[in-house]
């Protein structure tokens, strides 16, 4: 576990709070003050906000929220975060204090408000820790079986694990009988488990009347971790599948358990290079578009100048948080003429109008694909996305790291909503049609918004295709 202190300072340098708290504060006072006058410091003179301090073996970080400044430390010699990982922890830091601090008047608010902020972030430093790991997925709850299906009903044999969870997934996994959908592949899929409050992430090899399966479970509060990394494991099944036959579905389970989180694209951005403003400007015309297939995960080609397109693909990343985003900055023509097409498997791809012309002469880019134009301003692609231009047209104004609060609240409603969704995979199809029609009136979700989840839920348990 990461031992690490955060405090909170206002932005003139007073502290608040420390978690863990010390019993002599004077140094921590001594030292928050210093540090916020260096931030002052760097903003003033060279019009750019200090982000860290190193010295001797230790790394002190810290993060503007409104008034307030986050300054996170770690406390153990021994403890080492990259610089990724420290991103992407200040940024929760930030995202959750976010909006507790909102409106807050630093002259006013109290120590003992500030330190139930910070114990709000710090209320489960054990699965603080788990999601910001390099290898989140370790300390996953294993069990494994094989499925036999046969007309008169479905049995477990050579069990390894326990739970209630084992025999409710083989319930839902014994309609491939019928269906064959992942007949002669491996392939996973998320399932959410309502009894249990817990995520599985399941694993299907099914040859003849019988199914490998391997379950991993994890606790809720790695929704978004699994979500995010979800088709990163299954790229990684998908390099096993040749090889299977030389693996136990023990030996695959672990090997799924040391997937390493590189973290989102945003995480390894600058912020501060990004401009909304240039992005609503830049891609006037239907930028709900490709919003859209950001947020859902599918291709979005950018045509333009290499720089302009690395912003527009840096600004896109706002709307795609909650993905493990690949990104293919630039293709040259020579990428065709070689048939190097890794290209093609990015979320976001960059090139200019002539190549473009040249893969859609070549079918490999369609005209129902999304494309960014920045030589049109336009944006043409099948589906829009009304929530979230909505939401962006209100907020684009505010600082990036607002928008991205703001934006990433939204993101992580529909990530819980979509795995809520998956749970309808354990049900038959008009019990859970039904059930679909009961969550859609029940919470009052805009269509949109709605829609997206059951779409990105089909992706992630393909045992629900028909709810489209």
């Known amino acids: 576990m990461f031992n690490i202190k955060i405090s909170l300072v206002t932005s003139t340098g007073l502290l608040l709070a420390s978690k863990p708290e010390v019993d002599d504060d004077t140094s921590q006072i001594l030292a928050t003050g210093l540090i916020t006058a260096l931030i002052s410091f760097s903003k003033e003179v060279h019009h750019r906000e200090l982000q860290s301090i190193s010295y001797h073996d230790r790394t002190v970080s810290f993060i503007r929220v409104h008034d307030f400044v986050l300054i996170l430390e770690t406390i153990d010699e021994e403890s080492t975060l990259t610089e ?3 991103k992407q922890l200040l940024e929760k830091f930030s995202r959750c204090t976010g909006p507790l601090l909102e409106g807050a008047d630093p002259d006013r608010i109290t120590e003992g408000e500030a330190s139930i902020i910070l114990d709000k972030c710090l209320k489960d430093i054990e699965s603080l820790d788990i999601s ?3 290898r989140p997925l370790k300390y996953a709850e294993i069990a494994h079986f094989t499925l036999v299906h046969s007309n008169k009903g479905w049995k477990i044999k050579d069990q390894v694990g326990s739970g209630a969870h084992i025999s409710t997934i083989a319930l839902m996994l ?3 009988k019928a269906n064959k959908k992942f007949r002669g592949n491996m392939e996973g899929i998320l399932t959410f488990i309502e009894s249990e409050k817990s995520l599985t992430y399941t694993i299907i090899d099914t040859e003849g009347n019988k199914s490998r399966v391997g379950i991993l479970k994890f606790p809720q509060n790695l929704n978004l971790v699994l979500f995010r990394l979800f088709e990163v494991m299954n790229n990684h099944l998908n390099s096993l599948n040749e090889n299977k036959e030389n693996f ?12 390493e989180d590189l973290g989102n694209r945003l995480s390894k951005i600058n912020m501060e290079d990004l401009s909304l403003t240039f992005l609503d400007r830049t891609v006037s015309r239907n930028l709900d578009k490709a919003i859209y297939s950001a947020i859902l995960g599918n291709p979005v080609y950018v045509i333009g100048d290499k720089p302009t397109v690395k912003l527009v693909i840096d600004s896109m990343a706002i709307f795609t948080q909650h993905l493990q985003t690949f990104v293919s900055l630039w293709s040259a023509e020579e990428d065709i003429t070689t048939n190097n097409r890794s290209f093609l498997k990015a979320r976001f791809c960059g090139m200019s109008l002539s190549v473009y012309k040249k893969l859609v002469e070549k079918k490999i880019i369609t005209e129902t694909d999304t494309c960014v134009n920045l030589e049109t301003n336009k944006v043409t692609g099948e589906k829009s996305s009304k929530h979230f231009i909505r939401m962006f047209d209100v907020i684009k104004k505010l600082s990036v790291v607002e928008v991205v609060t703001k934006i990433v609240h939204d993101l992580e409603k529909l990530v819980d909503l979509t795995l809520d969704l ?5 049900l038959d199809k008009e019990e859970a049609k039904t059930r679909l029609k009961d969550i859609s009136s029940s919470k009052d979700y805009v269509t949109s918004f709605f829609r997206k989840a059951v779409e990105l839920a089909v ?4 045992l629900l295709d028909y709810l489209h």
């Open 132 to 134: 910001i790991s390099e």
């Open 84 to 86: 990724d990982t420290l």
């Open 248 to 259: 136990s579905m023990e030996e695959i389970l672990r090997q799924i358990m040391e997937t």
């Open 459 to 462: 992706k992630r348990n393909p």
């Open 174 to 176: 014994d309609t491939l």
């Open 422 to 426: 998956t749970a309808l995979a354990l």
